[in-house]
Nanobody, 120 residues
């Protein structure tokens, strides 16, 4: 059973960088052919894919967030990390990490989600 757990600060100030880590257990992030994604849900809105890192280490970003987004990984800890720079209150959302493909929109394992609020 694959489990994902998000961690990071719940409050970030405008213009700062949001950093969240997803710790994966029960499966390796370098397991063949899996994408490991970050997805967010702003209050009152639908799910928004932000980016992903492939098992090979290749990264993919939402075009609307690409200039501010970076996803990296630490294979020794089986973790992957989202960094979103220059945040504004519009980046306030519940952030989820998940295993699955943004190409198909199919995700089979999700973290529980973590609330991030951007406010001074």
């Amino acid at each position: 059973q694959v489990q994902l757990q998000e961690s990071g600060p719940g409050l970030v100030k405008p213009s700062e960088t949001l950093s969240l880590t997803c710790t994966v257990s029960g499966g390796s992030i370098i397991m063949n052919y899996y994408y490991w994604s970050w997805i967010r849900q702003p209050p009152g809105k639908g799910l928004e894919w932000t980016g992903a890192i492939y098992y090979s280490g290749s990264t993919y970003y939402s075009p609307s967030l690409k200039s501010r987004t970076s996803i990296t990984r630490d294979t020794s800890k089986n973790q992957f990390t989202l960094q979103l720079s220059s945040v504004t209150p519009e980046d306030t959302a519940v952030y989820y990490c998940a295993r699955g493909s943004f190409r198909t929109g199919e995700y089979d394992y999700w973290g529980q989600g973590t609330q991030v609020t951007v406010s001074s």
